[in-house]
């Protein structure tokens, strides 16, 4: 599996951004996926997962009403859209496949992780 995410950069506290992560080898069209987020010195944190159609999808209460997690099946894509940004969602995220078609918070549910793409917000 090779996950490819993009999106991230720097932006201004209120401000968006949408986050991407594609699996050119279209291996994950069956799995939840899911991401996350890290910042130096803390454990990962779950942010947002989808079900493998779409059908679910849960959020960090930390990120709830601010961002969408969505899935395009026939692009093979998941993308975060990210509203309202604060300085605290700095971070490098993560994108996620995880082992079933439904997953949850816990990192361990995923298997395959992405190169994580850096996301700054300045106040």
């Known amino acids: 599996v090779q996950l490819q995410a993009s999106g991230g950069g720097l932006v201004q506290a209120g401000g968006s951004l949408r986050l991407s992560c594609a699996d050119p080898?279209?291996?994950?069209?069956?799995?939840?996926v899911g991401w996350f987020r890290q910042t130096p010195g803390k454990e990962c944190e779950f942010v947002a997962q989808?079900?493998?159609?779409?059908?679910?999808?849960s959020y960090a209460d930390t990120v709830k009403g601010r961002f969408t997690i969505s899935r395009d099946r026939a692009k093979n894509t998941v993308d975060l859209q990210m509203s309202a940004l604060k300085p605290e969602d700095t971070a490098v995220y993560y994108c996620?496949?995880?082992?079933?078609?439904?997953?949850?918070?816990?990192?361990?549910?995923?298997?395959?992780w992405g190169q994580g793409t850096q996301v700054t917000v300045s106040s």
């Open positions: 996620a496949v995880a082992r079933g078609s439904h997953s949850g918070a816990s990192a361990t549910s995923y298997a395959y």
């Open positions: 080898k279209r291996t994950f069209s069956n799995n939840a």
């Open positions: 989808i079900s493998w159609n779409g059908g679910s999808k």
